[in-house]
């Protein structure tokens, strides 16, 4: 049975499963999760725990065993399995199946996965485990959502921000600092139930409490870039900098977004229904809406132009010449972003956004 993660304190509140399968890449939400299964669990009476971690030598048959060896006491069982590579393997996919087969209500198993593809979600082991028990799929809270997620987080303490336009400025700011790392978010939300008393916080008091503690993922910079969004391109390349991250790297996600919208562009202009062009280039989920926006604010010209940069920039990241560019890749990246994100001229602008960052 898959349920939300929102509706999982009302199930836990009526009854348990004998299994629950959790998989998410947010190591936070994960956790959460599973910390209230196993206080229901425990409130329940499976107060004997045995924890196994699937590692690469991992014995299959613990988990069969741990699943037959009961208390002399009769007390029930908890059975804690994580599974951090995400692939049991065919051994690991059996015992799994055979466990779910076998589930009853004196043996209560929490399995934690990470995000599962397409491929392990219609596996014959991951089905029964749904079959037999509850399965939560936990989303990552992507950068729209997360505002309103430190909202929900200050309100659970007793926090709140001012109404308007001033709260929403506070919680933009908190937003900007944790972007990319819900853990530290979740720390820096804790710090301020800790400094500041419950009721609506000033900006002033989240300034000087909140620390830059974001994290940039170079594939969540295409995000920025089809949105529009000036001071988080610029925010994200500073930071995917400072992180280290491999300039060639950047570039192949600027250009490839630059390639997409040239090709949705070029067959718009031929006539075709930017729904049909959206499907045959692979433009799915949340792109799907960002990239309508760029492709309705770029022209043909200003495409033309970007390709131009971006082959000039190939050549300098890989140390070759290439004139009429900045002498550091990153700034040439900047222009480059902006251009794609509707700045106008992007070279003066780039020039003047990203002296602050070398001062």
């Known amino acids: 049975m898959q349920l939300r993660p929102d509706a999982l304190d009302a199930h836990l509140a009526k009854t348990l499963s004998p299994i629950y399968t959790i998989h998410g890449d947010e190591s936070l939400l994960v956790q959460e999760a599973v910390d209230r299964v196993r206080a229901a669990a425990r409130a329940g009476g499976y107060t004997e725990r045995d924890v196994l971690s699937v590692e690469r030598s991992f014995d299959w048959g613990a988990l069969a065993n741990a699943g037959q060896s009961m208390s002399l006491f009769g007390d029930k069982k908890l059975i804690e399995m994580r599974i951090p590579g995400g692939k049991p393997g065919k051994d690991g996919g059996a015992a799994l199946k055979a466990h779910a087969d076998a589930a009853n209500s004196d043996v209560l198993t929490i399995i934690t996965l990470p995000r599962l593809d397409a491929t392990a979600s219609k596996s014959d082991w991951f089905t029964s485990l749904d079959r037999a028990g509850v399965t939560v799929k ?26 308007g336009e001033p709260g929403r400025r506070v919680l933009q700011f908190i937003a900007d600092r944790v972007e990319g790392n819900l853990l530290a978010a979740h720390q820096e939300i804790q710090k301020l139930g800790l400094l500041y008393p419950a009721g609506a916080l000033a900006f002033e008091q989240v300034q000087d409490a909140v620390l830059n503690v974001a994290r940039y993922d170079v594939f969540k910079l295409s995000e920025a870039v089809l949105s529009g969004d000036v001071a988080r391109l610029v925010r994200m390349l500073d930071g995917l900098r400072g992180e280290g991250e491999a300039a060639p790297l950047v570039l192949w996600a600027l250009t490839e977004e630059v390639r997409t919208l040239a090709k949705i562009t070029r067959g718009m202009a031929s006539g075709k229904p930017l729904a049909m062009l959206l499907r045959e ?12 926006q760029a492709v309705g604010r770029v022209t043909a ?9 971006a082959a000039r920039l190939d050549r300098q990241v890989k140390g070759l010449r290439a ?3 900045p002498s550091d890749p990153w700034d040439g990246m900047l222009q480059l972003g902006l251009l794609l994100a509707g700045e106008r001229p992007p070279m003066a602008r780039a020039t003047r956004a990203a002296r602050p960052a070398h001062a």
């Open 138 to 163: 936990v989303d990552p809270v992507d950068r729209a959502r997360l505002p309103d997620w430190i909202a929900q987080r200050l309100s659970a303490q007793g926090q709140k921000v001012e109404a």
């Open 281 to 292: 280039y692979r433009v799915w989920g949340p792109r799907e809406r960002l990239m309508e």
């Open 301 to 309: 010209p200003m495409l033309a132009q970007a390709l131009q940069l």
């Open 323 to 325: 004139d009429g560019l």
